[in-house]
Antibody, heavy 126, light 112 residues
């Protein structure tokens, strides 16, 4: 089955670090970019950044640059989203999403997301 | 920065047709593809339209979309409304200037 499986909910204190994961299966994992999308409670979707598992090329939204780190371990088909020091404002649902089309030969990518994980709820509270 | 603006909410009766708009703040909305995602309460988003008008397999043809360059906007139209269509709908595109993916604020569709 083609799917993205995300790690479970987390409850953390401000200042703590955290790494959540998203494992792809059922498709050529290294061939399509995977993005992270934040959804704060009761709010809309916000794009955080994206990584290409094939060569770990990573691009961040200007809004999230320096705030989080996206990484990949393609040996276990897993993409990560990491914080070094959480804040209460990081409380949100985080989704990983697969980019729908990428041609590695030309570098062309179509900026839509065709497969989504179920989300990881991160709660940061003292 | 490029922004996409959607109405906060729309409502319509079952069997009717509803259209949700998505207006670009600047430039030409047609210069990058527009996508539409459906998010039912408590669930992850799913794609209902990609690359302006294409439907993923499994999405009924009651869902259609278009681009209007004259108003710099995109529209999602759902015909033959069903109660199961009640959800939040988000448009999304790409900001080539800032190399950023942009989502609209979302529209809550109520089918009553």
């Amino acid at each position: 089955e083609v799917q993205l499986v995300q790690s479970g909910a987390e409850v953390k204190k401000p200042g703590e670090s955290l790494k959540i994961s998203c494992q792809g299966s059922g498709y050529s994992f290294s061939s399509l970019w995977i993005a992270w999308v934040r959804q704060m409670p009761g709010k809309g979707l916000e794009y955080m950044g994206i990584i290409y598992p094939g060569d770990s090329d990573t691009r961040y939204s200007p809004s999230f640059q320096g705030q989080v780190t996206i990484s990949v371990d393609k040996s276990i088909r897993t993409v990560y989203l990491q914080w070094s020091s959480l804040k209460a404002s990081d409380t949100a649902m985080y989704y990983c999403a697969r980019q729908g089309y990428y041609d590695a030969l030309t570098g062309f990518q179509s900026w839509y997301f065709d497969l989504w994980g179920r989300g990881t709820l991160v709660t940061v509270s003292s | 920065n490029f922004m996409l603006t959607q109405p906060h909410s729309v409502s319509e009766s079952p069997g009717k047709t509803v259209t949700i708009s998505c207006t670009g703040s600047s430039g030409d909305i047609a210069s990058n593809y527009v996508q539409w995602y459906q998010q039912r309460p408590g669930s992850a988003p799913t794609t209902v339209i990609y690359e302006d008008y294409r439907r993923p397999s499994g999405v009924p043809d009651r869902f259609s979309a278009s681009i209007d360059s004259s108003s710099n906007s995109a529209s999602l139209t759902i015909s033959g409304l069903k109660t199961e269509d009640e959800a939040d709908y988000y448009c999304q595109s790409y900001d080539s200037t800032n190399h950023d993916v942009v989502f609209g604020g979302g529209t809550k569709l109520t089918v009553l």
